[in-house]
Every structure is written in structure tokens, then in C-alpha cells.
């Protein structure tokens, strides 16, 4: 995809990259910077501001008032990283047994995630919501936002969570370090690594 990428966009006369991470990577193909914008991709806040009831989410998922929920949003794909989230999910789950795992999105890895869920023995912890439009009020389910991702664009799901104060766990890759200053903003783990994310959610 990418090759085929850098063959035919070399010929447009201006591209946009959503965020410096993505120009680093055109880059890489030889294509030539005078010709590629940054322009950061961008959400509309009044979505995420407005007064969002949870309710009609709990009952829908069988969440009770008590339950943390932890949960992430995006495409059931490799680069997402769901694979990470999942184990330190056991490990967190062995600890306390009350905290559902919220997973929002398809995918072509979505009955490979799901069969990774049941040989974790954690399918009473974890929901698949499926492909959803009605983001802001899946988000208002969430205690913390996760985004696990080996790599990303610039993370507009992160955006949307950060929008509505959720505290966020995120990689510590190059394009997501544009949106959360570790420690300060969210928090920043290792890719890849369950051990760190599950310390972070902790």
C-alpha cells in the first residue's frame, strides 16, 4: 500500500499530511517536502462538549454504576495494538474482577481479537461493541481511554476522548506524542509492552 502510495501521489501537485509523522514518512519515499502541507487533523468539539448521559449505554452493555470501565476506540486491525490491550486486561482483571474492558470498532481481525479474548479467559470482562456512530456517549461509559496503537496517524479517537477529559494511556510512539505530553496531558507507555500498559491503567 505504501509503495503503491509513494508511486502515484510523487505526481500531485500539493499533499496534506495530518501530522508531521505522516510528512516524515512521505518523506521516506523520496517524495519532495516543498510539496507536502501539514494540516493536523481536527475535531469538532461542540460533539464531545455537549451534555452527554451515559445511562442508555450502561443498560444497553449491563454496566452498573460501580463497574470501571476501561475502554478504547478504533479499527480491529494489527496496528491498533488491541493485542496489548488485552493481555494487560488479564492482569488487571486478576486483580479486580469488577472492571470491564470496552472494545469499540470492527475490524478484519475482529473474531481473531475475539478468540484472543476467550483463550485469556477474560470474555466476562470484555465487550465488543461493533462498528458505532454514537462515539461521544460510548466515550462517556469510559473511566480511562486506552489507545495501544503501534502506529497512528495522529490518533483522532484520542482527540475525542481527550475532548471529553477523559484521562487517557496511550503508546509512546512519534505521532500520538503530538497530542499528550506525558504526565502532564495522559500518560505515555511503551509499545507493544502489556506489562506497561497495565501498570499505567493501574
Known amino acids: ?104 470498532g470492527d475490524g478484519l481481525l475482529r473474531k481473531q481479537i475475539e478468540n484472543m479474548v476467550i483463550n485469556l479467559g477474560i470474555q466476562n470482562n470484555v465487550i465488543f461493541t461493533g462498528y458505532r456512530k454514537d462515539v461521544p456517549e460510548l466515550l462517556s461509559v469510559m473511566d480511562i481511554f486506552v489507545l495501544p496503537s503501534i502506529k497512528e496517524g495522529l490518533g483522532m479517537a484520542l482527540l475525542e476522548a481527550m475532548a471529553m477529559g477523559k484521562p487517557c494511556v496511550a503508546s509512546d510512539i512519534p505521532s500520538i506524542r503530538e497530542v499528550i505530553e506525558d504526565q502532564k496531558t495522559g500518560l505515555l507507555v511503551r509499545p507493544e509492552s502489556p506489562e506497561a500498559f497495565a501498570a499505567a491503567i493501574s
Open 1 to 104: 500500500y505504501c509503495l503503491l502510495d509513494s508511486l502515484w501521489i510523487r505526481y500531485f501537485d500539493q499533499i496534506i499530511a495530518v501530522s508531521d509523522e505522516i510528512k516524515k514518512d512521505m518523506l521516506k519515499y523520496n517524495i519532495p517536502g516543498k510539496k507536502i502541507k501539514v494540516i493536523d487533523n481536527g475535531i469538532d468539539l461542540d460533539r464531545f462538549e455537549k451534555n452527554i448521559l451515559p445511562e442508555t449505554i450502561k443498560k444497553e452493555f449491563g454496566l452498573n454504576n460501580g463497574t470501571k470501565v476501561i475502554g478504547t476506540v478504533g479499527n480491529l486491525g494489527h496496528e491498533k495494538g488491541h493485542e496489548y490491550l488485552l493481555k494487560a486486561a488479564k492482569e488487571i482483571i486478576e486483580i479486580n474482577k469488577a472492571i470491564k474492558f470496552l472494545i469499540v
